[in-house]
Structure formats: structure tokens, C-alpha cells
């Protein structure tokens, strides 16, 4: 996958303050603040470059707050790091196109994974298919 860079002043100017907060320094949004999206049929997409991230069919609510998913839609399109701030282990999920941070990957999902991609909803678009 060809990476997409941009400069900081690049990044700024193509997304909303809380999304390049969010995506490009690694911020976390309130919870319940953008976690509600459509229930028809589609996928969804890095707000940065467009990358299919998410398939509708594999979102569930885990009272998190956040949009939460049990599996990706391609091992190619998400990074998975070791974040170990805030005195905490936990896995960082990032776009592999763009680094965007998407949010964080933890153990405790629904059958058939055990995954849960805990996710900003700001760094995600829903395109309906």
C-alpha cells in the first residue's frame, strides 16, 4: 500500500480540528460524541485518505461510547502498534495508508474475533453502499 504524506499544514487544512486532533496527534474524542452512524449496508472509511477500514456488518454497540467493531475489513488497510501511555498496555490501531490514529484494539469483543476495534468516530466516514 503506497503511503499518502502531507504536511502538518496540509492535514489542517483538509479536516475539522477535532478530527486532526484526533488522527494526526493521537486525541481521543468524548465518549458518545460521534458513535452514531447509519444501519443500512456499507463500509467505513478514513476521514483522512479514504481507506475502506470497517464493514457495517461487523459493527455492534459495546456501550463504550465509541463506534465499535469485531473485526477490519483488510489486514493490509489497518497498523497495529503497542501504546503503552498513560500507564496503560493497550494497542493502538492506525490507517496503514495515512498513520492516521483510529483508536485502540482490546481483547474483550463479541465471537468470532474476541476483538473489540474501539474507535474515534471523527475518524471515520460511513459510505453507504
Known amino acids: 500500500m503506497k503511503k499518502i504524506n502531507k504536511t502538518d499544514n496540509e492535514w489542517r487544512k483538509s479536516l475539522s480540528d ?15 460524541l460521534n458513535h452514531h452512524f447509519p444501519k443500512s449496508f456499507g463500509k467505513f472509511l478514513c ?5 475502506i477500514l470497517f464493514d457495517q456488518q461487523t459493527k455492534y454497540e459495546s456501550g463504550s461510547g465509541w463506534p465499535s467493531f469485531f473485526d477490519k475489513i483488510d489486514n493490509d488497510a489497518i497498523t497495529e502498534k503497542n501504546d503503552s501511555s498513560f500507564g496503560m498496555v493497550r494497542t493502538e490501531v492506525c490507517c496503514s495508508k495515512c498513520d492516521a490514529h483510529l483508536g485502540h484494539l482490546f481483547p474483550d469483543g463479541p465471537l468470532p474475533t474476541g476483538k473489540r476495534y474501539c474507535i474515534n468516530g471523527v475518524a471515520l466516514v460511513f459510505k453507504e453502499e
Open 18 to 32: 477535532l478530527a486532526y486532533e484526533v488522527t494526526r496527534n493521537g486525541a481521543t474524542e468524548k465518549p458518545f
Open 47 to 51: 476521514v483522512c485518505c479514504g481507506t
